[in-house]
């Protein structure tokens, strides 16, 4: 079945520096990529949905100059939370559409602790 | 707007026994219906998922129903297993473009007991 590897899986970083977390789509190709946030005990929001060669489009209330979003080919998105503060510490989870398929397939997530 | 109510929040069941975890969307336009298994620190894992021409889905201990004209679905698990401890999310979305995207529950953390 499809698979979508995300990395790091966890992360800490320090504050007012910038993290970069990787999600690939290992056996497909994901025109579409989604980037969601998880709080504790929350479901999953989301946050962006990110077009293979064209920009993100971001969720209301979701600042698209701290949470850069970049789909530069079929297989490979990143998110890049910039200038990060303690406030974004959180468990990111990114999802490609396999339109093969037509299923959504996440990756294993990553857990950002800023410092 | 939240546009997929889920309930119960929280479900203890016994070993053996059945868990049911409902859902009811808004939207009328969706036409696609998973669920997914969460464990802590990992991502959700697609579940199974029913499309509205069909009113009921099986796999293995795992069945759907649905009910289009009441705009519900509901998941159970039959001989539920201390391993099936663990959140589920039921979500819906539509199958039109690339910009479709997942609505999820709020989740249902499920607790099996021995």
């Known amino acids: 079945g499809a698979v979508v590897s995300q990395h790091p899986s966890r992360v800490i970083c320090k504050s007012g520096t910038s993290v970069k977390i990787e999600c690939r789509s290992l056996?497909?190709?994901?025109?579409?990529m989604f980037w969601y946030r998880q709080f504790p005990k929350q479901s999953l929001m989301l946050m962006a949905t990110?077009?293979?060669?064209?920009?993100?489009?971001?969720e209301q209330g979701v600042e698209k100059d701290k949470f850069l979003i970049n789909h530069a080919s079929l297989t490979l998105s990143t998110l890049t939370v910039t200038s990060a503060h303690p406030e974004d510490s959180s468990f990111y989870i990114c999802s490609a559409r396999d339109y093969k398929a037509y299923g959504y397939t996440f990756g294993s997530g990553t857990r950002l602790t800023v410092v | 707007q939240q546009q997929v109510k889920q309930s119960p929040q929280s479900l203890i069941v016994q070993k053996g026994g059945i868990s049911i975890i409902n859902c009811a969307y808004e939207?009328?336009?969706?036409?696609?219906f998973p669920w997914y298994q969460q464990f802590p620190g990992k991502g959700p894992a697609l579940l199974i998922a029913?499309?509205?021409?069909?009113s009921e889905k099986k796999e293995g201990r795992f069945t759907i129903s649905f009910n289009k004209s009441a705009k519900q679905f509901s998941l159970h698990i039959m001989d539920s297993q201390p391993g099936d401890s663990a959140t589920y999310f039921c979500a819906a979305s539509k199958d039109t473009g690339t910009a479709s995207k997942l609505t999820f529950g709020t989740g249902t953390r499920l607790q099996v007991t021995l």
């Open positions: 056996d497909f190709q994901a025109t579409t």
């Open positions: 990110s077009n293979e060669g064209s920009k993100a489009t971001y």
């Open positions: 029913i499309r509205p021409d069909v």
């Open positions: 939207n009328t336009a969706f036409d696609y």
